[in-house]
């Protein structure tokens, strides 16, 4: 027997189909070099000399960028189909890591992060409606959570990595990642065929305005996306917020890189029970539980103390999303039709957008008018707020899905 398949099935990746492992192996040879986002804000600060709010400002471009990513990689993968987008995305996103990297004014840096943010992200949507057209609903959240689980297995082995590489030259972080990106695209293009359904190719009959816009007018999905977002803001605090406060306590970027490094490190172990542990219980609950952990995790970063409390508030936090990364884009695969499954993962992963977007300038803001301790307990709040309301819309979301499955059949094994 394959060691390899004996080992993945013991992790619970069991009976899923070929074209879902090569997005998976894709998806992690792309995230050992994923370098630039989280040591954007110290890149800019501490090599480009940019001030707190210039930084944030900078790297909410970037985000601008990943905002508009969403629908429109959501749509394109509709309406061309998943390979081209996905490929494409991943091609042009390696050219934009360069651009930035070798970019010299704060003008051209500018442009190159919104670039980076708009082309990078093409490839998101793409790959979640993929994963839904290739994976029955009922095992979805083990495929998202597997697919997760692997992002964090490159994410903990890239972090400390680019804290060394850091010392050498931010330009290497740059491309490193540009390079991992090209050759994610190329085992996209030559091993992964269209999956795209028969009913989604006659998108080209349909409005396009119409397929961006149908997600949100829908009163249930926007329901659904209003605590992720929250939690989306909170999150995205790691990437601008938490590196500028660890500095201001003396550390250094290294030790930035072994804080950050808990995060990928816990789901690399616990991932796989933690799917297990979310598949036998009601989907609001463990979002409701996502809400908690990441409103309590990112609070304790308002105590002004250094690496072992830092490390130990990021694994509080890293479990609630652990909890929330296999249920939400399953939900989102259930509550879009089929012929515009891109559309709602692309609409969810705008919520995504719009909060790296969001994120970057409130936390430096609130950070240069306040201070750190007030930044971290409003993120305490909202992920209390986000888990309430995940439970208090629980009955609408569940009736919704009990309507899809009278039109899904395949639906039925899912659990609500």
């Known amino acids: 027997m394959n060691p390899i398949a004996t080992v993945l099935r013991a992790l619970g990746g069991g009976g899923l189909p070929r074209t879902y492992w090569v997005l998976w192996v894709g998806t992690f040879v792309n995230r ?57 995305g991943l091609w042009l996103g390696s050219g934009a890591m360069l651009l930035i990297g070798f970019s010299e004014t704060p003008g051209r840096i500018a442009v190159a992060a919104f670039l980076l943010g708009l082309l990078g992200e093409l490839y998101r949507p793409a790959v979640s409606a993929a994963i839904a057209d290739l994976v029955p609903a009922r095992d979805r959240a083990r495929a998202y959570g597997m697919l997760y689980w692997v992002i964090n297995l490159g994410y903990a082995i890239a972090l400390p990595l680019a804290g060394l590489l850091a010392g050498m030259g931010y330009r290497l972080l740059f491309i490193a990642d540009a390079v991992t990106t090209f050759v ?45 977002f929250a939690l989306a ?14 500095a201001a306590r003396g550390l250094t970027p290294a030790d930035y890189g072994l804080v950050m490094s808990v995060n990928g490190v816990l789901i690399v172990a616990l991932q796989p029970f933690v799917n297990r542990l979310v598949g036998r219980v009601r989907r609001s609950t463990a979002l409701a539980l996502a809400g908690l952990l990441t409103g309590v995790g990112f609070g304790l970063h308002a105590l002004p103390t250094g690496v072992p409390w830092a490390m130990l508030a990021v694994a509080v936090w890293t479990l609630g999303e652990m909890a929330q990364s296999p249920v939400a884009p399953s939900v989102v695969a259930d509550l879009a039709p089929t ?71 395949e639906m039925s094994a899912s659990l609500d």
């Open 32 to 88: 050992l070099g994923s370098f630039v986002a989280p040591f954007l804000a110290l890149y800019l600060t501490r090599e480009r000399g940019f001030s707190v709010e210039q930084a944030g400002l900078i790297v909410s471009l970037n985000g601008a960028g990943a905002v508009l990513a969403g629908p429109l990689g959501g749509m394109l993968a509709d309406r061309v189909g998943r390979r081209i987008t996905l490929a494409g």
């Open 339 to 409: 012929e515009l499954r891109g559309s709602y993962q692309g609409a969810y992963h705008m919520m995504w957008g719009l909060a790296s977007s969001i994120a970057p300038a409130l936390g430096g803001a609130v950070l240069g008018h306040i201070n750190a301790s007030a930044l971290w307990a409003g993120c305490c709040v909202l992920g209390l707020a986000a888990g309430a309301w995940h439970l208090a819309i629980a009955g609408a979301r569940r009736r919704r899905v009990e309507a899809l499955r009278l039109e899904r059949p």
């Open 233 to 246: 803001l909170i999150f995205f605090q790691s990437h601008m917020s938490l590196p500028v406060t660890l």
């Open 184 to 228: 994610y695209g190329c085992c996209v293009w030559v091993l992964v065929p269209e999956t795209r359904p028969a009913a989604a190719k006659g998108a080209m009959a349909r409005s396009t305005l119409g397929d961006l816009l149908t997600p949100f007018r829908d009163g249930v999905y926007l329901a659904f996306c209003l605590p992720i």
